[in-house]
T-cell receptor
Framework: AQSVAQPEDQVNVAEGNPLTVKCTYS??????LFWYVQYPNRGLQFLLK??????LVKGSYGFEAEFNKSQTSFHLKKPSALVSDSALYFC????????????FGTGTQLKVEL | NAGVTQTPKFQVLKTGQSMTLQCAQDMNHEYMSWYRQDPGMGLRLIHYSVGAGITDQGEVPNGYNVSRSTTEDFPLRLLSAAPSQTSVYFCASSMGLALSYEQYFGPGTRLTVT
């Protein structure tokens, strides 16, 4: 069975500092990996995805993520955090080998403070 | 495009009542799905559809029915509401059946069952 772990319920960072939101996964075979963001009282918005190729993926709003196959990780990063980045972030995985199920992590609340 | 729309935004039901959560998309997406979001549990897949007339169960299908008579609409029916179905429900769609496609989410329906 596939699974996603987001080990931190909350991440606090000062505005202007780099941020990292961690994600590790377990899946049979190769993964498709996704990051979504949820602002208060809104639906999830797609940020970026890893399909194949370059391990460093760039997405919306200056976010990027690095796929590390040996560590089965897909950490979300941003060089300089903004207060407006404060939101709930979800990592999700699908196996490339088939199946329609997209499995989400439990989410990490990012709080960026002045 | 309006994207993915959901109605109602809020609903309170008594135990045993039935209701239908509406979901529509205007992007001609083949794949549609329903998730529920509960604190500390991420998003869990209830049902999904890969096209008009085709539906299948997800991770937590019990107590819910779906149908897909058109490409645009994917309603979720609660047959006999229970307090355990208190949750936030999200509908999502994606462009095609390829597992690499990201999903577009509606704004959600917050359901309380008393």
């Amino acid at each position: 069975a596939q699974s996603v772990a987001q080990p931190e319920d909350q991440v606090n960072v000062a505005e202007g500092n780099p941020l990292t939101v961690k994600c590790t996964y377990s899946v049979s075979g190769n993964p498709y990996l996704f990051w979504y963001v949820q602002y208060p009282n809104r639906g999830l918005q797609f940020l970026l995805k890893y399909i194949t190729g370059d391990n460093l993926v760039k997405g919306s709003y200056g976010f990027e993520a690095e796929f590390n196959k040996s560590q089965t990780s897909f950490h979300l990063k941003k060089p300089s955090a903004l207060v407006s980045d404060s939101a709930l972030y979800f990592c999700a995985v699908r196996p490339t080998g088939g199946g329609n199920k997209l499995t989400f992590g439990t989410g990490t609340q990012l709080k960026v403070e002045l | 495009n309006a994207g993915v729309t959901q109605t109602p935004k809020f609903q309170v039901l008594k135990t045993g009542q039935s209701m239908t959560l509406q979901c529509a998309q205007d992007m001609n997406h083949e794949y549609m799905s329903w998730y529920r979001q509960d604190p500390g549990m991420g998003l869990r897949l209830i049902h999904y559809s890969v096209g008009a007339g085709i539906t299948d169960q997800g991770e937590v299908p019990n107590g819910y029915n779906v149908s897909r008579s058109t490409t645009e609409d994917f309603p979720l029916r609660l047959l006999s509401a229970a307090p355990s179905q208190t949750s936030v429900y999200f509908c999502a769609s994606s462009m095609g059946l390829a597992l690499s496609y990201e999903q577009y989410f509606g704004p959600g329906t917050r359901l309380t069952v008393t």
